[in-house]
Every structure is written in C-alpha cells, then in structure tokens.
C-alpha cells in the first residue's frame, strides 16, 4: 500500500515539476507532495552510501556556516534562500535513497508525456494570443502569461515557464536517439526544435547543439563508442540539423531576419541587465574571496526588489555568495556525480550504461544553460542534479547484490 501510494505521489509530483514548474497555483501542492514522498520514502527505509551521505553532510555544513555569514552581515535574504541551500536538498536526497531499477523505464514514460503536454500548453498560448481569449495558459500563469508572448506580423515569439523543462528533455530525447537510435525519439526531436524555432529559445537551440558533443564525450569515456563511430555520428548530426534548418527557413524567411536580431544584434532589457550584473557580482566577489558576502546577499546592481539577492548569473552569484570555497564544494561534487556516472556506466553495459550516459548528459546541458538563468536553484528543476545521485547510490556495490541484474535490458 505505502509503495503503491509513493508511485502515485512520484507521477504527480514529477508531471508538475516537468511541465508546469513556477507556476504560482502549484507551489504549494508541490510542498506538500513532496513532503508526503519524504514521510513514505522514510517509513519505507531509504538506503545510502556513506560517500554520498559524506558530500551532502560538507555541502550542508558549508550551507549552514554560509547562512549564518549571511544573518551577521544582515542581508536581507539570508534566511528566506534556506529552502533552496539547505531544506530542498535534503528532501530530495532523502526520496533519492528509495529509487529502484523497476523505476527507470517510468521515469522516461513521464518524460514523454511531460514533452507533449508542454508542447501542447505552447500551441495553446499561441491560439489564446492569436484569437484574443483567456484558456489555460491564462489559468496556469495567471496575468503574467501575456507577458510570456510577442506575436507580429512575421512571427510570433513567445516564452512560458514550463519551456524550461525542454532544456532538459531535449537533450535527453537527442542524446538517447544518438545512443540507443531509437527511431520514435525523433518525433521528440523534431517537435521540441520547431517550437524552439518558433518560441526563439535561443538557450533551448543552443541546448540541442551542445548535447552532440557533450554525449560524444561521454560515450568515448564510458567506452559505449569508438572514435571513428564518433566521427560518423557528428556528420550525421551537422547533416540532419542543417536540412532541418534550411527547410524551415525555406518556407519561413521571415526567421533569419529574427535570429539575427535575436543572436547578433540582442538588445532585450534581460541581456543588458545581465552585462550590468557581472562587474556588480565580480566587484562583491572580490571583496571577500574566500568565503563570499554570504547568503541572500545583493550586489550594488539589484534586479529584483521583491528578491535582491537574486541574479540570472546564477554561477556567478555563487562565487559572490558563497565565495570560491562553496564554488568549489558545489563544483567538486558534481564533478563526483560525473565520475561515478561514468565509472558505473562502464561497469554495466547496456540499458543501464545508456541510462546513465543519457541522465547525466541532459543534465550537464541543463547545467550550462543555468549559467545565465538561475533554473537549477528553484525546487522545480533541483530534482535534475539529485536524479543521477539517485542512480548512482542504487549502482553502489554496497546496496546491489545481484550485478548481473544490471546488465539486463528493461
């Protein structure tokens, strides 16, 4: 009963964290579910490899004595960022520690779904502008979805928040369809990149571009691919992405013109306030080198009055907050998740190992685009860096058994 209720618990909440993340409505029922995951994955008896329980336990204390730096330098957000540095983390970590094999093949089931459903709240909020009514991206986002869409006479280009979650399933559905050449994947592709075109996303286009390589990468080092095969999967690739383009500007010119102004001659609000924020952030860095200005601190450059301490150089804003040793801590440990991604990915050929390689590749690609966009430190998307911490501590040797269990193909 109690694991039949965790797998409810766990669509729920993933479907809401994948396709409707900040929307205003869902905030709470999302603390709840995951409040309610935490107490059954507790009773259940979660297990953990001390390795893992060891970084949560330095990136924790390290948290803590940041927060405190923060109450004593009176910023004005030091306790209000204790969710995301300190009470998020621990409850994903603790859910972490019930996941299971059986769970993966679901998982990706949800990531599908989430894809369409996203995909369709786009073709929504482009009807609801185009034809002036209020529907359900009016209803998700409330007054801020007209501010999310731009529609003139040549194209139309529009945001939401659950766009977002693309970051991470399109380069989990290229990076699969380059590994495991599964053709249905190419639906996904195709889908996520015209409404990447049309929306201009330019990070979720860059997204799909970096994904190539970054797999490439990791496939060479987790011995799924050889060199050669490399090279072939990359003309294949340029080939493929530049017939799609050329297609699309063929039957809609009006795209380059957009692109170009969008890529080359950007001069949004957004970009200038980020070329304000980096000598802000970099002046307040230096000022405190080691350990930053600590938490919920703001920089001479505020961007939001409701959140001063908030900055789209969300990288950046690390080193000003936490200073280079809490970069280097969070750097260190992803670093760890990596290795040990690889490490088991060559230890267990197959679905498994291609699980693997997938995982941390769309989530390396959703960690680069968090660099001029602070996504990763809001619940919704915290669940992408504890997801393969959750894969890793169920390969540990310590906890698996029965190893040739991993080598079969769900």
Not at 240 to 262: K, S
Request: glycine residues 4%; contains cysteine; proline residues 3%.
């Amino acid at each position: 009963m109690y694991q039949f209720l965790f797998q409810i618990f766990s669509v729920i909440l993933w479907l809401s964290l994948l396709v409707l993340p900040t929307a205003p409505m869902l905030k709470f029922p999302k603390v709840a579910l995951l409040i309610g995951l935490v107490s059954l994955v507790v009773y259940l008896k979660p297990k953990f490899h001390k390795t893992l329980i060891w970084y949560l336990i330095v990136v924790l204390l390290y948290a803590c004595f940041n927060t405190l730096l923060g109450v004593l330098f009176n910023n004005p957000g030091a306790l209000r960022v204790i969710t995301v540095t300190i009470i998020w983390p621990i409850l994903f970590f603790i859910i972490s520690g019930y996941f299971k094999l059986e769970y993966i093949s679901k998982i990706e089931n949800v990531f599908k779904i989430s894809t369409l459903v996203i995909i369709t709240i786009c073709i929504f909020q482009l009807s609801e502008e185009f034809y002036q009514y209020k529907g359900i991206s009016n209803y998700f986002f409330g007054e801020d979805s007209k501010s999310y869409i731009n529609i003139e006479k040549s194209y139309a280009s529009f945001s939401n928040p659950a766009m977002a979650s693309l970051l991470f399933l399109g380069p989990f559905f290229l990076s699969r369809f380059i590994i495991e050449k599964r053709k249905s994947d190419l639906i996904y592709i195709l889908l996520i990149l015209i409404v990447s075109f049309i929306a201009n996303r330019r990070g979720l286009l860059l997204a799909m571009g970096i994904t190539i390589p970054v797999v490439l990468i990791f496939m060479f080092c987790s011995k799924i691919i050889n060199l050669q095969n490399s090279i072939k999967i990359i003309f294949k690739s340029i080939v493929v992405i530049g017939v799609f383009v050329f297609i699309l500007l063929y039957f809609y010119p009006e795209l380059q013109y957009n692109f170009q102004n969008r890529f080359f001659d950007n001069k949004e609000a957004s970009n200038i306030e980020r070329t304000k924020q980096l000598p802000a952030l970099l002046e307040g860095f230096f000022e405190n080198v080691l350990f930053g200005k600590g938490a919920g601190a703001s920089a001479r450059v505020i961007r939001s009055y409701e959140q001063p301490w908030s900055y789209e150089l969300f990288y950046i804003s690390i080193l000003f907050h936490q200073g280079i040793i809490g970069f280097l801590i969070y750097v260190a440990s992803f670093g760890s998740v990596i290795f040990y991604t690889i490490k088991f990915a060559r230890q267990n050929v197959g679905f498994i190992g291609n699980h693997l390689i997938i995982i941390i590749t769309a989530s390396c690609v959703f960690l680069i685009n968090s660099a001029t966009n602070p996504y990763i430190g809001k619940l919704d998307y915290m669940w992408i860096i504890f997801y393969p911490i959750a894969l890793i501590n169920f390969l540990n040797k310590s906890y698996v058994k029965n190893n040739s269990l991993l080598k079969e193909t769900i």
